[in-house]
């Protein structure tokens, strides 16, 4: 999984950036380089299932984040990185803490203003995009005219229309055939979007409250759209300390666990992301795959050659794996099942491929 985190200039993205991946660069204003880092997805399910094997190595899954430079008004050209049009999705950090010696470029903190214009330059963005390759098509249709071609160009259009109405793409009357012949654009107003309210320290107690306050909380009901509140400043300096000492802080501050937890959560539930694992004495492994995944699609993630030579899938629960210490005593409960390539994988499956190639 890959997320771009974007926002308005000193909204504290960066700082969000380090506390998440715990590589940690100094936020500098106006510098246009981007910053790569990842994150390791905490699973207690993974460390329950290293527990009973002791392999060499627990091996969590992990996502990878992109902090871009931050946007100003009008800025959507800035958004023209090709790295972003990769991502599974977009992080857009807002403001929702005062400084009176970091002002914000808007003048006042205003987190849903700061959403809408952040939803702007990526739908000016995307506009840019689609101009440019209706004008190229136009090219190429006094050369050629195929049905690829003008089914291409219809659904341009019918994106066109959208943008100039102020509708993201995600928000938008896509058919299956529509999006894709999109696939290739990367569309940014397409992607799941995870807002993130960065708060001051006063707001740590209730950060559900300060959601609803802060305006934020009716974005959650769009579709492709999530919302969360993280306190970045004061979360990173927890970061720091001991992992005891980290629980104590947090439980005073009255949050439940840490924000690199909150923010994944949303992140898997945005994207429909689950996990299963795969188990022995050499690893215990954690693989996120959208949920509905075919076994024989999910063996293709750990290798092609799983994939192309799929026989079965051996599935357990990992709970059930955990209470019966093996996987004979599963087969002997009857908790351990033989299942085929169309076999949707749930979430905390164990799972062992079998394959010939």
Known sequence: MEFGILGLELSGKTTLFSLLTGHHVAAVHGKREAHVGVAHV????LERLAALFAPRKAVAAIVRFVDVPGIVKGGSASLNIPELRTMDGLAAIVRGFVSPIVPHPEESIDPARDVELLETELLLADLAVIENRLHRLEGEFRKHRTPEL???RAALERCRLALDAGTPLRQAALSAEDRGHL?????????PLLIVLNVGEESTSDLADALVGSG???????????????????????????????????ADLGLPDRALDRLLRAAYELLGLVSFFTVGDQEVRAWSIPDGTHAVKAAGVIHTDMERGFIRAEVTPWQALVEAGTFA?????????????????????????????
């Open 42 to 45: 905490p699973d207690a399910r």
């Open 150 to 152: 003008e089914a291409e």
């Open 183 to 191: 696939r290739g654009f990367g569309f940014l107003s397409l992607k």
């Open 216 to 250: 934020l909380d009716r974005w959650r009901g769009r579709p492709g759209v999530a919302a969360s509140a993280v306190c970045a400043n004061l979360e990173q300096e927890i970061s720091l300390l001991a992992p005891a000492d980290q629980a104590a802080f947090l």
């Open 329 to 357: 005593a599963c087969r002997a409960h009857g908790t351990l099942r033989l299942e085929g390539k169309d076999y949707a994988v749930r979430d905390g499956d164990v799972i062992t491929f079998r394959f010939s190639v």
